[in-house]
């Protein structure tokens, strides 16, 4: 297994000082963009042979969500296992020297003791908290056991769009859609309606199902689903709310299509003109708390479209800890 090298993001050690955890990711994204490269565009790992890995932890397998799916996605590692410094010790091996460490990020819930003892209702507050991960790349002194990777078959065309209306006829309470005004792919919130034009207008098979992910996840904010203030009220182009919708939008129909199998490296989910890219750039530097949950909001609305639980409790470092 190779070993790449990435930013130093933070020392192998436990000496850590408090960070303003917003506006850490928020830089980190924001540097990408500015490069570039769309971090949600590529959220796991392609082999050689074709094979999909998501981001995970070794010891425990379970899948990253949220904002850290993002961050530990579009790191450059051959193998997307990640080990936290307690559990690198734990399976007596050490981190390499100078390794870096990425950030990943969780919801703390924290309760008003003194309110319990004293009878009274209970309160819970949410905070933001971060520790780090360390690639399999970077750990000596384990022998690691990587589960076998199995090629994925190449789709044709045809088998990607019945995979892409599969997804889209399983959607519990799916709205409206119509194949008519050909110019132009949209979903109308107060007809709960999605707009496509037909396939065979999309230069490829994966255009089209990028598309229509995109649009089914803005379909998830109508007031009979999850009910996104963002969608249900209108936002201008360049507003807060405007970048926060689009970026949820765009960021889900990457997971759709990570579930799919639909290859989303060339496909365009977006016209991403100028226009677009400098708006989510300003709006990200303007809240920084903007890509967290733009992020957070396209886990739930894809596991909305998938019939799945958007919440999922995980073993941290930190008791009663919720991935964000």
Partial sequence: MKTRSYPKSAPASANWKPVDIYQRVTDLIVKRMEEGFFPWRKTWSVTDDGSVELPRNYLTGRVYSGINLLLLGSLPYDRPYYLTF????????????????????FWKVETDEEAT?????????????YY??????????????????????????????????????DMPNPPAIRYGN???ACYNVKRDMINMPKPENFETSANFAVVAFHELIHSTGHPSRLNRPELAKPNKF??????????????????????????????????????????????????????IKA????????????GATSVELQELEEPEAVIC
Wanted: a positive charge; one cysteine or more; proline letters at 3%.
């Fill in 117 to 129: 003892e004293r009878g009274e209702p209970t309160s819970r507050r949410f905070l933001l908290r």
């Fill in 238 to 291: 360049g507003s807060c709310n405007y970048a926060k919708e689009e970026l949820t939008a765009e960021i889900g129909a990457c997971y759709l299509a990570v579930v799919s199998r639909v290859d989303i490296t060339q496909a365009t989910i977006l016209d991403n003109s100028v226009g677009y890219l400098q708006n989510w750039l300003q709006a990200l530097k303007n809240d920084k708390t903007l890509i």
């Fill in 86 to 105: 307690k559990q690198v010790k734990q399976l007596g091996g050490t981190v390499r020297k100078n390794a870096s460490g990425a950030m990943v990020v």
């Fill in 132 to 169: 780090y991960v360390f690639n399999i790349a970077d750990v000596e002194g384990i022998d690691f056991t990587l589960p076998a990777l199995i090629p994925l078959a190449p789709k044709l065309a045809d088998e990607k769009l019945i995979a892409c209306r599969a997804l889209m006829d």
């Fill in 295 to 306: 992020a957070g909001l396209a886990q739930k609305a894809a596991d909305y479209v998938l």
């Fill in 182 to 184: 050909t110019s132009r």
